[in-house]
């Protein structure tokens, strides 16, 4: 009597595994007909007589969905979220020198951008990328280590969450194209620079909940040098940023005439 009891549970195990199956199956279509749009989508653009500047601007509006899956394949790197294992800081006040280790840090909202400008520079050979991103928020882990007035901070004390909202971020790429086989590719990192508007940081739990009054003078003094807040989470942001450019722009030169570029 138990043959048919454990074909019944067979069945019901490949009905349950069906959809995960077919699940698998369409996100990697998706992820191959993503990757053949994004390279032949330049070379479409240009056959419909529309000007090179513009088809970039159009391509690089693809690019939103694929921020959060990436593309190995085509070297595009997931960037929503965007991982940043650690970033070290310095906190320089009248009251002292602290540095802190941000850890697990996890920057969202990049993909919720607007395309400012893609323009190719024919002469020069460049490619200018400029987009601008109203909200972008970094969470993640703290930990503080130094002296401040007549605190001497507890290292002991186990790293602490923290917030971090980023508005009104312009990110500006230039990227360098060179000819490699016939074909126009971004050769070397593009320069990219992030500039921040405003900047609200939050941080749980600061010196262990043992003393808010000085928490609250030094929040004020994070959130007024925000400037350099920003500096020190800029290489990393810039740095993967950079990657994602290369990655989708080469994805697509690749398939123009390097009679596009003259």
């Known amino acids: 009597h138990s043959f048919p009891t454990r074909r019944s549970s067979d069945l019901q195990s490949q009905v349950m595994f069906a959809p995960l199956w077919l699940a698998t199956l369409l996100l990697s279509l998706l992820g191959v007909n993503g990757q053949l749009e994004l390279q032949s989508f330049l070379k479409d653009c240009l056959n419909e007589g529309k000007d090179l500047n513009t088809c970039l601007v159009d391509m690089a509006e693809k690019l939103r969905p694929f921020m959060k899956t990436g593309i190995p394949e085509l070297n595009i790197p997931q960037t929503e979220p965007m991982v940043i294992e650690k970033i070290g800081f310095q906190l320089k006040s009248p009251l002292g020198t602290v540095d802190t280790e941000f850890t697990k840090n996890s920057v969202a909202g990049l993909s919720d951008h607007e395309v400012r400008k893609v323009e190719a520079d024919k002469q020069a050979r460049t490619l200018a990328v400029e987009i601008f991103i109203p909200r972008a928020q970094a969470t993640g882990l703290y930990h503080m280590a130094g002296t401040l007035g007549p605190l001497e901070l507890d290292e002991t004390l186990p790293p602490a969450a923290y917030t971090s909202t980023f508005t009104g971020v312009l990110v500006s790429g ?87 570029f003259q």
């Open 174 to 260: 230039v990227a360098k194209l060179a000819e490699q086989n016939g074909k126009l590719v971004i050769v070397g990192d593009p320069e990219v620079e992030v500039n921040v508007n405003g900047l609200n940081v939050q941080m749980d739990n600061l010196f262990g909940g043992s003393a808010n009054g000085l928490a609250k003078v030094v929040l004020k003094f994070v959130n007024k040098e925000s400037d350099k807040f920003v500096k020190d989470f800029q290489p990393e942001i810039a740095k993967q940023v950079a990657s994602l450019i290369k990655g989708f722009f080469n994805s697509a030169l690749k398939n123009i005439p390097l009679s596009t």
